[in-house]
């Protein structure tokens, strides 16, 4: 029989703490990734974030465990453990490392797989997206409003697909580096096209599709003055949506044949000197220069391609300014009409220079409640709880657009949407971007909206729909 010492791998991998915690980081990652490199290989993957646990979390478990065994059997060996020196009961050795073995597969199955599969389900989640990562907060806050609050971040911000997983991995990793070592821009900007995010047609064009004809569009815009009374006033406007051959504004922007290109001078695109249209089945191809550009000043500016994104640039974070917001709240009724110079003063409010949230947080409400304090003692009286609800709601207000340490503010995220807070379609249609034989692009109202009703107090169109006293 061999003198050679007994020393079979399984026994010594279970020769100490850290030998056994090595190799149970070995067979647990070993495990996992036996449930997620299948998946990811068969192309079925859904979310792009999966990557972060299959390629970069997993295999440094495994690498770690590696590294700690050897340390393990060095301690071992200095410490002079039997199973370095070779003496060691074999039956009993080979149960021990069996039972170990054993019951960190069989935890590992069943731990293992249940938390990859969980950790891949959390990553798909608003809330992983959104809260894990500080600098996201404006844009979960954000996202919590209607429409697209139910759509996870991953179905709209990655293109489907391998090519669209790998942008989005190199993009999502130079962010990940930038939010560890707190090198990432204040505030965090998303322009459709950049930066490893999905065009409209690979996101918003799965659920929407551009072919589709929309009809009419009825809206109303309710505003409230900043006098005594807060006079309130309504907008009536029969938007012209339309689509594919029956023109609109969709149909005007995006339907089969026609193209529009523009360049762009800033980075969230708000001021373009170049817009080239073109309408392959009329054969119509026109370039437009806003005034004072030439074809040499534009050279060499980025150009893109509309989109969707680009007038619905803002459709699931969409930010308010003070004004609109307040109107929103008094037609609600969380801030009460009826309360004396409620709209002007809550404006005020919101728009004052606060240090940071935690001081907006103490100054808003009371603030809005001296007013009335000084001016209108008995008024604070009969309606104390109506005014504490209507400091509560402004501070919503506060907490929902403004965030100091991110340096977003009142206006950081303009809507290109409409063109009543931002520039929005004057970016293009603004009377001053015209061809060379002085053709411009149109600025006639009438083109995108029917105009039933204009800040009236009691519109006569709401009356004959019959919705008149309902909306108030």
């Not at 997983?165 to 190199?170: E, G, P, Q």
């Amino acid at each position: 029989m061999s003198d050679k010492p007994y020393r079979p791998i399984l026994i010594l991998l279970t020769a100490n703490w850290l030998t056994m915690t090595g190799s149970a980081l070995v067979v647990f990652a070993g495990v996992v990734l036996l449930f997620l490199i299948p998946v990811h290989m068969s192309g079925h993957v859904t979310n792009p974030y999966s990557g972060l646990l299959a390629f970069l979390i997993i295999p440094a478990l495994l690498l770690l465990g590696l590294l700690i065994i050897p340390v393990g059997l060095i301690v071992a060996r200095r410490s002079g453990v039997a199973v370095m020196a070779g003496v060691v009961d074999r039956k009993a050795a080979w149960r021990k490392a069996v039972l170990f073995f054993g019951v960190m597969t069989a935890i590992n199955v069943l731990v293992g797989g249940q938390l990859s599969y969980r950790a891949v389900e959390h990553m798909d989640t608003q809330q992983f997206c959104g809260q894990t990562c500080h600098a996201m907060t404006p844009q979960f806050v954000s996202h919590a409003r209607p429409p697209h609050l139910r759509v996870a971040c991953v179905s709209c911000h990655v293109s489907p697909g391998a090519a669209g997983y790998l942008k989005a991995k190199t993009a999502g990793t130079r962010r990940l580096m930038g939010a560890i070592f707190d090198k990432f821009e204040r505030p965090i900007d998303y322009i459709p096209g950049q930066e490893g995010s999905a065009s409209s047609a690979e996101t918003c064009e799965v659920c929407h599709a551009r072919e589709t004809i929309l009809g009419p569009r009825f809206r109303v815009l309710t505003k409230f003055a900043d006098d005594e009374t807060n006079t309130r006033t309504e907008t009536a406007l029969m938007m012209r949506v339309g689509g594919g051959a029956t023109g609109g504004i969709h149909g005007a922007h995006l339907a089969p044949g026609i193209t529009v290109r523009y360049s762009a001078t800033d980075n969230k695109r708000q001021t373009l000197p170049r817009v080239e249209y073109t309408n392959a089945k009329a054969g119509i191809s026109r370039t437009f220069l806003a005034a004072g550009s030439t074809d040499a000043s534009t050279k060499g500016l980025p150009t893109f391609v509309m989109q969707c994104a680009d007038c619905h640039n803002r459709v699931a974070h969409s930010f308010e300014l003070p004004d609109r917001a307040v109107d929103r709240v008094l037609a609600s009724g969380e801030i009460a009409p009826s309360l004396p110079f409620a709209k002007k003063i809550a404006v005020e409010i919101l728009q004052a220079k606060y240090a940071d949230a935690d001081d907006a947080g103490r100054k808003i409400p009371v603030v809005f409640e001296a007013f009335y304090r000084q001016k209108y003692p008995q008024v604070l009286a009969a309606r104390q709880p109506e005014i504490t609800r209507a400091g509560a709601a402004l501070l919503a207000i506060y907490r929902q657009n403004v965030f100091p340490e991110l340096k977003v503010r009142w206006g950081t995220y303009p809507t290109n949407l409409g063109h009543m807070t931002s520039p929005g379609c004057f970016r293009c249609h603004d009377g001053d971007h015209a061809t060379p034989d002085g053709k411009t692009a149109s600025q006639d109202c009438e083109t995108c909206h029917r105009t039933l009703a204009v800040d009236e107090k009691d519109p006569a169109v709401l009356k004959d729909l019959g919705i008149g006293t309902a909306m108030k």
